[in-house]
């Protein structure tokens, strides 16, 4: 197994605190969970040292992955189609200096495209499991933290016990940067979405530029051949992820 | 790359309630890589998350970093990497099921030095799950001190931190641990700024 792919110059990374202004609210009205499960207790400060500079890497061991693209929009390779609007997503992972963050695990997870996960602790019974999506998938960055994945457009769903609350479509990721510092998880919302203006996790980053962060960018859409099911017509999106990480002084160029 | 390049980091999420089941039970073993075992003593470590109130939180998901047996991390800023335990994953993942109590498979982490000072054994946790919308992030320990991490944390809350011996939770040759994680109310797990 290769080893590792990492700059030099790590030791001189700085991991400054998450501004809590560009952030999530921890405790958001009318969610009753962020407020039971956010510690009363004030957050103890501490320094950075070896073990929480340093972070998984192995993955390439742990989960056997290796740099390349993901497609969730089959359960299998050999099984058919789920159904929904196919979509790509591309991008890349970098810090706060623009540097890319190369073979960076992403894990991805969605419901399908009726708004129905696979999971035990889904009980939206009313809507369909669809056979051929899973929903679940991981890839690894490539050396400039680019990456790129195919799924189905997830639906939007009901958070059953709330009578109003509908999440709009967005899809999780999870992704293991560098350090145990950088670890990141996230959801990431569609443009133009009108459940994406009553939704209280995207509308929990108050920011109003930070809050655009969460969601996708509109790509080009891209056009298959008549007959051909290995060139397919999909949406496409973008989005960048930036991982907490800078050089206490940056280097010019 | 010019500093008029630098970026505001991406805002943090929430797992919901919906992280894949599958992708904590299959990392839940930190004592094998392939057909490599770990060194070190073995030990189950488990306990409950629970929110305000003592209720019991499910599908929580903790991840685990530490050093090996050896007190050596997996990674190019240990100075001693290239003599990490094959054996052992270093990052592990699990999850609390409904009654609000996880397990995990792991070996207790060797103390090491750092600038002169001795760091005493610790996991490092992060804590994800519904209704967190960021992680929250502690260390577990085993021992009471002096630990230059450790010693910030107020002395009264301070045993929360320390996982406690349970020959209840033995199973063979692994060693019980318990560490519970109370994130809000009496009791408080201390967690640290991020």
């Known amino acids: ?27 958001i009205e009318r969610y009753p969970l962020s407020f039971t499960r956010t510690p009363n207790e004030p957050l103890i400060a501490r320094p950075l040292t070896r073990s929480e500079r340093t972070g998984p890497r192995n993955f390439g061991n742990l989960f056997g ?38 073979n960076a695990v992403m894990e991805i997870w969605q419901a399908n ?12 019974l009313a809507t369909p499991v669809d056979p051929n999506f899973h929903g679940t998938g991981r890839l690894m960055t490539g050396k400039e933290g680019e990456f790129r994945l195919q799924t189905i457009k997830p639906g939007a769903y009901p958070v059953l016990g709330t009578g109003w609350w509908w999440r709009p479509p967005h899809v999780h990721f999870s992704i293991f940067g560098m350090s145990w510092m950088d670890r990141y998880i996230t959801q990431i919302f569609f443009p133009g979405e009108p459940l994406n203006e009553t939704d209280l996790l995207f509308n929990g980053v108050r920011d109003e530029e930070a809050r655009q962060r969460l969601l996708f960018q509109p790509l080009t859409p891209s056009m298959g051949k008549p007959g051909k099911v290995d060139e397919p017509s999909l949406i496409g999106y973008k989005l960048d992820f930036v991982l907490r990480g800078k050089r206490a002084t940056p280097e010019v160029d | 790359m010019a500093a008029a390049n630098r970026s505001r980091v991406s805002p943090f999420g929430t797992t919901g309630p919906y992280f894949p089941i599958e992708w904590s039970d299959d990392s ?21 998350v629970v929110e305000a109130g003592g209720k019991p939180t499910r599908n929580t998901i903790l991840e685990f970093w ?53 760091r005493l054994p610790h996991i490092n946790v992060m804590v994800v799950g519904i209704g967190l919308t960021r992680r929250l992030v502690t260390t577990l320990f085993f021992g009471e001190g002096p630990d230059p991490v450790l010693d ?14 349970d020959a209840s939770l033995d199973d063979g040759a692994a060693q019980g641990y318990r560490f519970d994680v109370v ?11 991020d």
């Open chain 1, 65 to 102: 992955i290796a740099p390349g693209d993901v497609d969730l929009s089959r359960a299998t390779p050999t099984s058919p189609l789920a159904m929904g609007q196919r979509i790509w997503i591309e991008g890349r992972v970098v810090d706060e200096d623009g540097r890319p963050v190369p």
């Open chain 2, 66 to 118: 530490q050093p090996d047996a050896n007190g050596i991390f997996r990674h190019p800023l240990d100075p001693r990497a290239a003599e990490a335990d094959p054996g052992f994953a270093g990052w592990g993942r699990t999850r609390t099921m409904a009654n609000g109590i996880y397990r995990l498979r792991t070996v207790i982490p060797g103390g090491y030095e750092e600038n002169g000072v001795m």
């Open chain 2, 183 to 193: 994130m809000q109310g009496e009791g408080e797990t201390p967690f640290f700024a």
């Open chain 2, 28 to 48: 839940s073993d930190l004592t094998h890589v392939g057909s490599a075992t770990a060194t070190g003593q073995h030990i189950l470590l488990a306990g409950s």
């Open chain 1, 113 to 124: 495209s009726a708004g129905r996960y696979v999971h035990e602790m889904d009980d939206n």
């Open chain 2, 152 to 165: 910030l944390v107020p002395k009264a809350r301070r045993a929360r931190l320390v996982a406690k011996r």
């Open chain 1, 1 to 27: 197994m290769a080893s590792p792919t990492l700059p030099s110059s790590l030791s001189l990374v700085d991991y400054p605190l998450y501004d809590d202004a560009t952030q999530m609210e921890r405790r």
